[in-house]
């Protein structure tokens, strides 16, 4: 059975993404290890601390920077994070000064939110109903 254990968000700094990834949005940080002239970074849910980790990867790679401000252009979120509530947790980060290009929005079967990660990401929030 293939799982996933890991997944990666690019960032343009590992220190701040690690700051509010954990101070903003709650995460806790697993695995912190130097690997060249970066470090493997990682965070998870504390709700599933042996769930899935999510990579704090640099965005060195020349693709990478260009494909992020592309998408940040369009509007289009890098990834997805399930929440139980969207207008809640919109206002709990909200009064942390995470910044959002989309409040809360009900869309039929599901309620979503797009955040700004201040390390050159959207990330959406999501809610099924």
Not at 11 to 34: H, S
Not at 56 to 82: M, N
Not at 90 to 118: C, I, N, S, W
């Amino acid at each position: 059975m293939i799982r996933i254990n890991v997944t990666s968000v690019w960032v343009d700094d590992q220190a701040k993404a690690l700051a509010f990834y954990t101070e903003k949005l709650g995460f806790t940080k697993k695995t912190d290890v130097p690997a060249g002239g970066a470090r493997w970074l990682t965070v998870v849910s504390p709700a599933d601390p042996d769930g899935v980790e999510l990579l704090l990867e640099p965005d060195g790679h020349p693709a990478a920077r260009p494909l992020k401000e592309a998408l940040v252009a369009d509007g289009i979120p890098f990834t997805q994070f399930a929440v139980d509530d969207v207008h809640a947790e919109v206002e709990r980060l909200k009064g942390l000064g995470v910044v959002f290009t989309q409040d809360a929005t009900d869309l039929g079967p599901v309620v979503t939110a797009v955040l700004d990660d201040t390390c050159g990401n959207l990330i959406q929030l999501a809610t099924l109903k």
